[in-house]
């Protein structure tokens, strides 16, 4: 018998958004792992499939996300669910797919909701190309980073936050970014109460009291604004493409530049858009 191994997406929100195929794929598992036992029974409960779940997240050792591949291996149906959304999509589940990988078996996913995709169509500030940062970190120091990485991003972010903490992350990065800064929050998608807001940053103060603090919370930023680009600026960026196109990689080229120029390597970077 040939085993699979099966990352199925579930819903963040509207139970009607479990597709068919989803309820299919549960329902012809010999076993289903999943990040809480508890929230997976109640949604299997409820679109009426009976198997059996064994818990499996962050919290537990490799050895364990190596034990589900092997049943897959061994011939068992295995599936993976997180609580909500895509696994993988910050969510459990990456361990799982690169144990797969190594052993030679390639995961099968069966799509369903996604809170990334979900606020990506609901953005005006994006077109191809944007960066998803994942969480906000918790710690001071590596959220003041974070903030500082949403204000120079020359593309759009989009990221996650808990509601016990949105708003100071809101406050700190509408203090940090222009005024005219695009902001969208996703807050409770597909949910009962499921509310967008848009608006600039210099409009947070008048903002902060129609969105409240509970639900969970999807964000992005728009890119930082382009700027027209000083003389040094265009000279960086032409030497940069010299040095690599005779053998230099990026790095090394940028090093050699702020050698040469006797400037420090970020200033490099912040000229050359690196």
Request: a negative charge.
């Amino acid at each position: 018998m040939s085993g699979a191994l099966y990352l199925i997406g579930t819903p963040i929100g509207n139970l009607g958004d479990v597709s068919p195929r989803v309820t299919e794929t549960l329902r012809s598992l010999d076993l289903l792992y999943c990040e809480d036992t508890r929230m997976t029974a109640k949604l299997l409960q409820l679109i009426g499939v009976k198997l059996p779940l064994r818990a499996l997240s962050d919290d537990h050792g490799q050895e364990h996300w190596d034990s589900a591949v092997q049943a897959a291996l061994d011939g068992q149906r295995i599936g993976f669910v997180s609580d909500a959304g895509m696994p993988g999509v910050s969510d459990p589940a990456r361990r799982l797919t690169r144990s797969a990988w190594q052993a030679g078996m390639a995961p099968q996913v069966i799509p369903g909701p996604s809170a990334l995709s979900t606020l990506l169509s609901a953005c005006p500030f994006v077109d191809n190309s944007f960066v998803f940062k994942g969480f906000a970190p918790r710690k001071p120091g590596e959220r003041s980073r974070f903030v500082a990485e949403l204000r120079d991003s020359p593309l759009p972010c989009f990221f996650f936050e808990s509601p016990l903490r949105a708003h100071a992350l809101l406050e700190e990065l509408c203090a940090a970014v222009e005024p005219e800064r695009l902001i969208l929050v996703g807050r409770e998608m597909t949910k009962l109460h499921e509310q967008y807001a848009l608006f600039m940053a210099e409009q947070w103060a008048e903002e902060r009291g129609r969105i409240p603090e509970r639900g969970e919370y999807s964000l992005a930023v728009a890119a930082r604004p382009q700027t027209e680009r000083s003389a040094e600026a265009e000279a960086a960026s032409a030497a940069l493409v010299r040095l690599e196109a005779s053998g230099f990689s990026r790095k090394d080229a940028a090093k050699a530049l702020a050698a040469v120029w006797d400037i420090g390597l970020n200033e490099i970077k912040k000229l050359s858009y690196l």
